[in-house]
Structure formats: C-alpha cells, structure tokens
C-alpha cells in the first residue's frame, strides 16, 4: 500500500506539472506584440527596395505591428543578412532577401562570408520573381538568340555581353549561354545595372540577359530590343516575345525576392510570416505596382522557398565551376 500510495502521489505530481506548463504554453502572447524591423542589403531607389517597402505596409496591416524599413548596404548584401542571421530567431528581425545574396554568393569562391547564409538562415516565403529577358541595343544586327549564337561561333570571342557584376545573376545567365551552347562570349562586368544598360543601348556591349524591370523603359523607348525571355512569367508584359529556350534547350534564367529570417524560427511564427506575404502579393495596389515596374507577384511559402534556394544553389555551383569564376 506504501508503494501503491507514493506511485499515486509521483503521478498527480507529473500531471500537476503537465497543467502547470501547459497553462504557461497557453498564456505565452501570439506573434507579434512589438514592432518588427525588415533589412534590405541595397540602397533605396531600385525595384527591389520598392517591393520591400510595399511589403513592409501591407505586413503591418496583415500583423497589427509596425513594420520598420531599413536599408543597410555592402558587401553585395552580406551587412544586412549577417545581421539577421545574429539576431534571435522569434520572427522581429527579418531580411527582405534575393537571390544573390541567399544562393550564388556561398557558391562563389573567393567570397569571404561573415554568415554562410545556407546554414544559418532559412525562406519564411517568396513575395515575386523578377523575370529576365535578351536584350541588344536599338541598333544590333541581331534579331533571334540563334543570330547572337550564330555570331559568337563564327567569331569566337567577339561576342561580348554586359552584367553588373561578377557574380550577378546577369552574369551567370550570360555563362550559362555560353555553356550551354559551347560557343566563348566575354563577359563585360560593370558597377551596376544602369551602366551596363547605358553602354548596351550605345553598342558597347553585344547583348545582356537581364531583367525586365530594368529594361521594359528602355525597351518600350526604343533604346534596346527584346530578343527573347528567360523564363515563361515575362509573357504577361510581352505575350508573343520567344523563349531563349526555344533555341537553348534547358535554359531558364530569372530572380526572386522573397523573406528570410535566422535559422531556427517557431513554425507559428514562419505561418504568420507566410500570411503576411501572401497578403501583400494578393493586394490588387501592390500588385500592379510590381507589374508596373517589371516584377511578377509569385507567391511560395516557407518549404517552397526552401527548395528553390536548394535548387538555385546547385544550378549556380555548375556554371561557376565550369567557368572558373571567382569573387573579385
């Protein structure tokens, strides 16, 4: 009877204690009951800044917190996402992250990383895709992707085609053409997208696979040309412009934008998150503002994203090796 009466008492301990934490669980407050601040690793003007500000309003609605915007630039990005990936992982701290910066910088040798972003930050969700095309300048003999392939390989090495930067998503769309086609083009690197759209426009460079929302005001001008799209979401601004994969089989190109946020993020606080982009990309206002500068709404959530940056990082490690590319 002992051993029976003191069996009880160590069970209605256990339950009492089971009670008691969770009633602690069920006090805990509902994300988010502070303020909550987005990093953007980019200065202020671009169209990716104009997404993360659009995003920032329609998630302090969505949220019932203010969203605070901030930019915090260098180190192609790396300042803002080394400052979230140090930041606890409740969901306050959030970077507002690309494609860049979140897949083909880990995968550049020679770039040193304060954060590897593979390991120490993870996609709550994509807000659009910034869908790329080819471009030349109004005066280019070139009129199909097959005219720019035709050129490079009766003149191996004249071909030239413009980016940003080593290591930019131009550029890799630039090499994965010259991959995939077994023909040398040179890659013309600048500081910057307007820079290299300037000289393309001139006739300096041959071409650049780029993104639209860069070029679609220069195209709709006249100073540059659309020869084909990167990927099928460039139809809804140019619905009967060919797919550069028409003649390259295989090849696909385009960014996205999306939220990221340190490793180890509660998965109430990841679908809160998921809501709030998911709103922003469903409002009719943001919406059209993207469309109106060249970006498609493209929602995914947290597994989604997740994926894609696998996906990314995989695809870009084979084009760099194969180029024998290296951070500058």
């Known amino acids: 009877m002992k051993r029976l009466w003191t069996a009880t008492l160590a069970a209605a301990g256990c339950a009492l204690a089971i009670g008691?934490?969770?009633?602690?669980?069920?006090?805990?407050?509902?994300?988010?009951t502070k303020p909550i601040r987005m990093i953007f690793g980019f200065a202020p003007g671009g169209s990716g800044d104009l997404a993360?500000?659009?995003?920032?309003?329609?998630?302090?609605?969505?949220?019932?917190?203010?969203?605070?915007?901030?930019?915090?630039?260098?180190?192609?990005?790396?300042?803002?996402?080394?400052?979230?990936?140090?930041?606890?992982?409740?969901?306050?701290?959030?970077l507002y992250c690309t494609t860049g910066n979140m897949t083909i910088i880990t995968e550049l040798p020679g770039t040193k990383l304060a954060v590897n972003p593979a390991t120490e930050?993870?996609?709550?969700?994509?807000?659009?895709?910034?869908t790329f095309g080819l471009v030349v300048g109004k005066d280019s003999p070139?009129?199909?992707t097959k005219d720019i392939i035709d050129a490079a390989r009766a003149k191996p090495g004249t071909v030239s085609y413009a980016s940003p930067g080593v290591g930019s998503v131009q550029h890799l769309s630039g090499e994965?053409?010259?991959?995939?086609?077994?023909?040398?083009?040179?890659?013309?690197?600048?500081?910057g997208s307007q820079a290299a759209i300037q000289d393309l426009a001139s006739g300096l460079t041959g071409f650049s696979i780029t993104n639209l929302g860069d070029t679609i005001p220069h195209i709709r001008q006249g100073t540059l040309r659309l020869i084909a799209?990167?990927?099928?979401?460039?139809?809804q601004f140019f619905p009967d412009a060919p797919m550069i994969g028409d003649t390259v089989p295989g090849f696909e190109t385009y960014a996205w934008f999306g939220l990221c946020g340190p490793v180890g993020l509660p998965p109430a606080v990841v679908k809160r998150w998921e809501e709030a982009v998911k709103a922003s990309v469903e409002d009719p206002t943001v919406s059209k503002k993207l469309l109106d500068n060249g970006m498609v709404p493209a929602f995914a959530d947290s597994a989604t994203l997740i994926k894609t940056m696998e996906e990314n990082r995989r695809g870009y490690r084979e084009v760099i090796r194969a180029a024998g590319i290296k951070a500058e």
Do not use: C
């Open 229 to 235: 799209l990167g990927d099928p979401l460039g139809r």
């Open 20 to 32: 008691v934490t969770w009633q602690v669980v069920a006090q805990q407050p509902a994300f988010p």
């Open 142 to 144: 070139w009129k199909t």
């Open 121 to 130: 930050l993870m996609g709550l969700s994509q807000m659009l895709r910034s």
């Open 176 to 191: 994965l053409l010259s991959q995939k086609t077994g023909v040398k083009m040179i890659h013309v690197p600048y500081r």
């Open 52 to 94: 993360a500000r659009l995003l920032a309003d329609v998630a302090t609605k969505t949220l019932g917190q203010h969203v605070v915007m901030e930019n915090r630039t260098g180190a192609n990005g790396m300042i803002a996402a080394e400052a979230i990936a140090k930041s606890p992982p409740d969901g306050y701290s959030v």
